[in-house]
């Protein structure tokens, strides 16, 4: 190779180099803007909550004030408590996605069960609103984290109820080919498609103010589909304006983790 030759080569190999180095840190800089706003909309989340509470302890320190006015404040104490509690207790579980193996613990569970216990938390929220919360109750075994799939179907059915005045709410399961099929469905509001392909990042909400009026976090959906892909499942939706929405997924039956695993024994 003559020496013109090797000036080529080498000036190749810079270019690449260089290359390479410009995307490695325009990827860099893409993950530092997701970061920053992820903390800007933490921050954001936090700030207004906090805003109310400084506000009503402001009021309750009134003197003279009647005991309806009392009341009325610190029941707005008491739930914007909750909507930082809600925010903190999504925010552990999406920081566990990417660090806690153990994330999922995957057992034999009756959906039933789960089913019912969610239920039992929500009657009250949805009749107190003219909803009819109906559920299938007969048994079906999954083989899934049972705490999980719990937290999966709270955040589904407390949507469900936010987004939907009067009408019902039906929480449905069925066994296809070795996978269940488990489906929360709504008369609500509806979703409008244009919104579908986000609708589970992170704070992404279709009305910021109206889901923060409601006690969202705007993390609820992004936990779902966390919760799912540890589950090798994915969150589905179907929804239409004005008449309501259906987010389902499938989980693995238990009858086809057990065959499984008669066909392929583990190494003791
Ligand atoms: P949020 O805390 O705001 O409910 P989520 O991540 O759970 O956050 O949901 C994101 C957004 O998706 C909501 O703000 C709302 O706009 C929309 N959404 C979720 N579930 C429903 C539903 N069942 N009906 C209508 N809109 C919904």
Known sequence: MNRSDEIGTLAASVNEMAQKLRSDYQQLQALNEKQRQFFADITHEVRNPLHTI??????????????????????????????????????????????????????????????????????????????????????????????????????????????????????????????????VSDTGIGIPEAHWGRLFDRFYRTDKARSRDKGGTGLGLSVVKGILKAHDSDIQLESEVGKGSRFFFVLKSSESVQMKNRETPQDT
Not at 68 to 96: C, H, P, W
Not at 134 to 156: F, R, W
């Open 54 to 183: 400084m506000g009503s302890l402001e009021m309750l320190e009134l003197p003279g004030l009647d005991e309806e006015k009392r009341r009325k404040y610190v029941r707005n104490l008491r739930s914007q408590a909750e909507r930082i509690g809600r925010l903190f207790k999504d925010l552990m579980t999406l920081q566990r996605f990417d660090s806690d193996e153990k994330f999922v613990i995957p057992g034999h569970a009756d959906l039933a069960d789960i089913v019912q216990d969610v239920v039992d938390w929500y009657q009250y929220s949805a009749r107190s609103k003219g909803i009819s919360l109906e559920y299938d109750t007969h048994s079906c075994m999954v083989y899934a984290d049972p705490g999980k799939i719990e937290q999966v179907l709270e955040n589904l059915i407390s949507n469900a109820i936010k987004f939907t005045n009067e009408g019902t709410i039906s929480v449905t399961y069925s066994r296809n080919n070795g996978l269940v099929e488990v489906s």
